[in-house]
């Protein structure tokens, strides 16, 4: 697991998304500058533009915690696309 993460990362702070098939996609994204307020002193301060880490999920990953999918459903269709995968990519 740490290997995972720590190649996940290493790709996303160098700009690279990092697509996992059916499971989601790890990125980097520019979050805008803005407005917001010290919560002690409730003081306007100006917080610059910065780069956030962001996970969007994929299909099955969804469909899985919509409980649409069993787990034998789940399995079989990431199975499949990951072969799907491969021979598009052959």
Known sequence: MNAFVEAITYYISEG???HIS???TFEVRKRAARVSHDVHS???ILV?????PVFRAGKALKLATKQELSD???VIETLSNMILEVQHHD
């Open 48 to 52: 610059g533009e910065q780069n956030i």
């Open 22 to 24: 059916n499971f989601g």
């Open 72 to 74: 034998e459903d789940m």
């Open 42 to 44: 409730r003081e306007k």
């Open 16 to 18: 690279t998304p990092v």
